[in-house]
């Protein structure tokens, strides 16, 4: 008759919105109802995860946690916290929603253990956070009970590794950010739960040979240590991997698309025949330079010999003709042999540098976002195309010519190893593409 009413009492309870000062006592002792009227225990943890679950989610997980630390006051009803346990993690295999309380009730476990919302509780000297202690306890009794739940603990503690590293991890993202949250600087509860783990299976030796008590908790505590570098080392491993995605697809967006590609050939081809040209324009030109400083020093040296013959009367020439032939043939030199009548006479050969470097800018833009793989195979078909046959033995130095002007090289894709790499496998391209073509 007791039990019945308090089941009513708590059913009531569960439909009324206000929650009574001893709800978490009253779902202790409905637990230990629970375990106590089922003789198989499997039973029993299935009945008590849906009280649990539909009594306290998802707003009075707290008041769980509460009837939990209740239970493991007493030796009697400390199994019933453990057999809760695991019976939620054995039902979470068919109903996700029990697996869904477990996530939320770790952390519900985190936030307190963080937020200092339990004073500490003291073991041999050292402190520790009441809601390390709960769980610590929970494995402990979930050991005693079946050895085999030690499978049972590690999942769960595997759950509360992982959701502590996220949150780390997210609280150091937060922390670049204006008024990110940044956690307490204490230790990991995972990790506080192995320190209390080892503070419990401490154990003084009195006489010669006597075995430790503990040593069950130490066997716990092994098994947990496996699963937090088991969990530790997946996480980073996932971390590597997302990290690498991500990087790969920022490279990716950052190289040349096939468009940019095709597009930047023909400035490429454009640009590397007015190179040619303009390699060639300063030969031309300094010949050319040579020819008309020639005329003029030679009519300078003619008016100077006439100005001399007329300053010294000599062949009937005054110095009055020698200076007007001197002034004339310097005028008539300057005339003759100037650069502007040697430009408009087309005797010089075509300045091509401004269409050079708009060609050469144009296909730079590409340049720079272009890979080692993507750039090897750009040159590997400017070296086979037809059009380009006269200007094969020019295109690496091209290549150079053109990462030199570059305006900023620190924001090309490939590095100067990898150009000079490039530019010796383009030699050697074009040397077998010449002894073809012969």
């Not at 709960?134 to 739940?149: G, P, Q, V, W």
């Not at 043939?329 to 269409?355: C, N, W």
């Amino acid at each position: 008759m007791a039990e019945e009413a308090l089941e009513e009492s708590l059913d009531t309870e569960q439909i009324s919105q206000e929650t009574p000062e001893n709800f978490a006592e009253q779902l202790g002792s409905r637990l230990g109802v629970i375990f106590q009227r089922e003789m198989d225990p499997s039973i029993g943890a299935k009945e008590a995860s849906k009280f649990i679950y539909e009594s306290t989610y998802p707003d009075k997980i707290s008041y769980y946690i509460d009837g939990l630390e209740a239970l493991l006051e007493s030796p009697s009803t400390d199994k019933y916290a453990a057999l809760s346990w695991t019976g939620f993690v054995t039902s979470s295999a068919q109903n996700k929603d029990y697996d869904t309380y477990l996530h939320s009730m770790l952390d519900q476990m985190i936030e307190s253990y963080y937020g200092m919302e339990k004073p500490d509780v003291e073991l041999k000297e050292r402190k520790f956070s009441a809601i390390t202690v709960i769980m610590a306890n929970i494995f402990i009794k979930m050991y005693e009970l079946n050895t085999s739940n030690a499978d049972t603990a590690a999942d769960i503690y595997s759950i509360l590794v992982r959701k502590e590293m996220d949150l780390d991890a997210k609280a150091k993202d937060d922390e670049e950010d204006e008024g990110g949250v940044v956690l307490p600087d204490l230790p990991k509860m995972f990790e506080e739960v192995l320190d209390y783990l080892v503070t419990r299976s401490e154990f003084k030796a009195q006489h010669l040979g006597e075995e430790n008590p503990y040593e069950h908790i130490v066997q716990l505590t092994e098994r947990l240590r496996q699963s937090r570098r088991y969990v530790t080392q997946d996480v980073l491993n996932q971390r590597a991997l997302e990290k690498k995605k991500q990087t790969e697809l920022e490279l990716e967006n950052q190289l040349a698309s096939a468009e940019e590609l095709i597009l930047g050939q023909e400035p490429f081809v454009e640009g590397l025949a007015l190179f040619i040209h303009e390699k060639r324009y300063n030969y031309k030109f300094l010949a050319v330079e040579k020819v008309r400083m020639t005329l003029q020093l030679l009519g300078s040296i003619v008016g100077a010999v006439y100005f001399l013959i007329g300053y010294m009367d000599y062949w009937g020439v005054d110095w009055i003709d020698g200076t007007l032939v001197c002034l004339a043939m310097v005028i008539f030199t300057r005339l003759i042999g100037g650069r502007k009548r040697f430009q408009s006479a087309k005797f010089y050969p075509m300045d091509v540098s401004k269409e050079l470097e708009q060609h050469s800018t144009q296909f730079i833009n590409v340049f720079r976002k272009m890979s080692m793989e993507q750039m090897e195979h750009f040159l590997v078909r400017q070296v086979k195309m037809d059009r380009n046959r006269n200007y094969l033995a020019l295109i690496p130095e091209y290549v150079k010519y053109m990462f030199a002007i570059m305006p900023d090289r620190k924001n090309m894709f490939i590095s100067m190893d990898e150009l000079s790499e490039l530019v010796e496998n383009a030699e050697i391209e074009i040397a077998k593409a010449v002894r073809g073509h012969t």
